[in-house]
């Protein structure tokens, strides 16, 4: 079991595109693993793909989103 009682730290990063600052708050003790080479996605189960974004190349989920073309709205009804 993990220790529940951890730190959080708040990781800053500037975004490319926009110059917009982003702060993405993490668990210390995963972070230092990120910092020692593990994937993103190991280290940070519980952040959002955009939030995992944010920390491997700073950019925030405007501009990822002006990025990519549009999707084709596919809103199914049930
Ligand atoms: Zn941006």
Redesign the pocket.
């Known amino acids: 079991m993990k220790k529940i009682n951890y730190k959080e730290v708040c990781i800053v990063t500037r975004?490319p595109?926009?110059g917009?600052g982003n702060e993405v708050e993490v668990n210390e003790e995963d972070y230092w693993d990120w910092d020692d080479g593990v994937n993103v996605a190991v280290a940070f189960p519980y952040l959002s793909a955009n939030e995992r974004e944010m920390l491997i190349s700073g950019?925030?989920p405007?501009?990822w989103s002006s990025m990519l073309p549009p999707e084709p709205e596919e809103e199914e009804d049930f």
């Open positions: 975004c595109m926009c917009r950019i925030c405007k501009c």
